[in-house]
């Protein structure tokens, strides 16, 4: 029986180092440190709003994206697209109604602005898109600014995240009511 156990403690000791000596194997070597490169990160790519005559003063929806610190952010509603913007991918933000960033930082470390249906009719009114009883598609660019006047990336590499707006403007709703 004093047999077993040693042999039972044995391979429990074997197996501890053998889990410690791999889990090292994870370490990098020691060299240069690697800047970290921040990065933007939208909660969606697209939005659908619906704007009639009994939700015009409501709320469209929420716009929220990871907090980077140090970081200054623009906000661009245009109706071009990024493909049409930005047809060698270089990250290029098209001309459009700019949005000041009134966004809180919540709990989770996230960035919310919250985008009315007024905001939305008015971006509408100032590309001179057609606003009752139409559909539009709206285009919203995200871009961050370091401290140092650096880009902040997308996930692709790129200095802007962009989200669709799929709007539809009831009968009778213009940005003047």
Known sequence: MKKIQTTIFRLMAFAAVLLAWTACGDVEQEGTPQPRVQEITVESEEYYVQISTENVDDYAFIYRWFHLDGVTWNITVSDISP???????????????????????????????????????????QLGLPQADSQATLYLYLTGTNADGTSILAADGLPSCCSTIYVTVGPGVTAGE
């Open 83 to 125: 493909e049409e913007a930005d047809p060698d991918n270089t990250g290029a933000v098209p001309d459009g109604v700019e949005i000041a960033d009134q966004s809180i930082l919540t709990y989770n470390d996230v960035r919310e602005l919250q985008i009315n249906n007024r905001d939305i009719l008015g971006c509408l009114q």
